[in-house]
């Protein structure tokens, strides 16, 4: 499993932005297909949005579908979380994953990253 880092978290207001980066140093992750998971306080970990090897296919799930936009730059070897019009419940650890397809169900992973804290207050 490739060890991916999260970064670009912090602390926003609700109704504002944050971009997230999802880097893997010292491999290139441009074959594989890279997800957002998030885990909230006292909830397990839920899927957010994932991206294609490609670029070309995109996924999200219905809550931050709209607001939440996924990309990669395969040459920069990073994938992005652009995270707009950000909710008190968008607030959470993001974590990235990677695999060789599409995965949305983050129980298919067997590790995580330490993962980037998101805090949107009221």
């Known amino acids: 499993q490739v060890q991916l880092v999260e970064s670009g978290g912090g602390l926003v207001q609700a109704g504002g932005s944050l971009r997230l980066s999802c880097a893997a140093p010292g491999r290139t992750i441009r074959r594989y297909a890279v997800g957002w998971f998030r885990r909230a306080p006292g909830k397990e970990r839920e899927f957010v949005a994932t991206?294609?090897?490609?670029?070309?296919?995109?996924y999200y799930a219905n809550s931050v579908k709209g607001r939440f936009t996924i990309s990669r730059d395969n040459a920069e070897n990073t994938v992005y979380l652009q995270m707009d019009s950000l909710k008190f419940d968008d607030t959470a650890v993001y974590y990235c994953?990677?695999?060789?397809?599409?995965?949305?169900?983050?129980?298919?992973?067997?590790?995580w990253g330490q993962g980037t804290q998101v805090t949107v207050s009221l």
């Open positions: 994953n990677a695999d060789f397809a599409v995965v949305t169900n983050p129980g298919h992973f067997g590790s």
């Open positions: 991206i294609s090897w490609s670029g070309e296919n995109t």
